[in-house]
C-alpha cells in the first residue's frame, strides 16, 4: 500500500477516535473545524484536505530532523 | 500602550480571553474593546499611544476591527510608524507588518493562519502571550523575545498528546515573525538583491523612487545627447529645435503625473 494511502488512513482513524464527531476540535482563523468535517475534506482530498496532509508532514518531518539532532 | 481586542465570532471569544489574560500582566494604558474596537476610534486613539496590541482576526493587508472592517490597513498604516505592534492574528505580518516595518515599526505577528485547538488553547493562549509579557513586563528584547515564544510552540509540539495541537504549534512556531532585528522575506528577485546590497535598509527603497530617479536620469542623457546632436550640427545660432518641444511636454506630462506627490511635498515644507 503507498505510503501516503497510509498516512491518509492513520489520520482518518485518529479523526474517528473522537467521541463527538460534530464537536469543534480546533480553529484555524475564523474556520472551525469538526472530525467529521476534517475526514470529508481528507477523504475528498480537496484544497483543504490537501493543506491539512501538508500540514501534517511538516510537522513529522519537523519532530523527526529535531529528534535527530 | 493601547490594547485592542474585538469579539464578534466564536475564534474570537477564544482571542478575546487570551488578550483579558495578557492584560492583567501588561496593563494597557488604554483599550479598545469589542464594540470600542472600530477604526474611527482606533484612529483617535492611536496617535497617544507608543505601543499598539492587537488581538484578533487579520488578512495580509489589515488588522479586522468588531464590524469587521478594517481599524488598521495599507491606507493608515502611518498610524503604526515608529511605534511598536504586538499582534496575535492571522496573516497581517505578510504584507501589513512589511509597509510599517518600512516605516520604521516593529511588529510581531504571523505570516500565515493562526490554529489552535480547543482542547489545548490554554497551551495556545501561553504561547501566544509570551512575547508580549517577557517585552513589555521583564524588558526583554524582541529577539529574546521571539526566541522563547519559538521555544514555547516547541515544547508545546514534544508535549502535547493531541496530534492537531502538534500541528497548529508548529504552524504557528514556522509563521512568527518579529521585524526589528529580523528582516522581513520576500519573493521578489530585485528586492532580495537590494536586501543583499544594503541589508535591512533595502527595505526602505520604494521602486516608484528607484523608477523616477532613472526615469529622470535617462532623460537628461537622451536631452543632452540630442543638444549636443543640435550643436554639432548648426551651432549655437539654431539651438531652438522642435524636439525641445518634445522634451518639455514629455517633463510636463510626468509632472502632471506626479502632482499627488508634489502636492505632498509641499505640504510638508509648508509645515516645516
New interface residues.
Partial sequence: MPKRIKLIEAIIK?LESYSNPDE???????V?YTPKKLIEHIKDLDETGLMLLE??L??AT??FI?GKK | MLGTAPKF????Q?SFKWYQELAKEIHPTEELLESNAVRSKFAVSMPNHGILIFYD?GDEDRLIGNDGNPILDLNNVELVSNKEVYTMC?LAAKKLGVEAYKKNCIWWGYTE???????DEHLFMEAANIGAIYRFKYNSSWKECLELAKEKF?GI??TAI???T???A??NR?CLVCYNGEVPNTSCVLRKIVLKLFGKLGWKIKWNTVADTLFLIFYGIALHDYSHQVYQLKGYHNLIEGGYIGFIGGLICWLYNKKAFIKSLCNKLRRK
Fill in positions: 485518529q469543534v476540535i480546533f480553529f484555524r482563523g475564523n472551525a500540514e501534517v511538516k510537522t519537523d519532530m529535531r | 465570532d466564536d475564534a474570537t477564544y482576526h492571522c493562519v493562526f490554529g489552535f485547538t480547543v482542547e516547541t509540539i514534544d493531541d496530534p492537531w502538534k500541528v497548529w508548529r504552524s514556522d
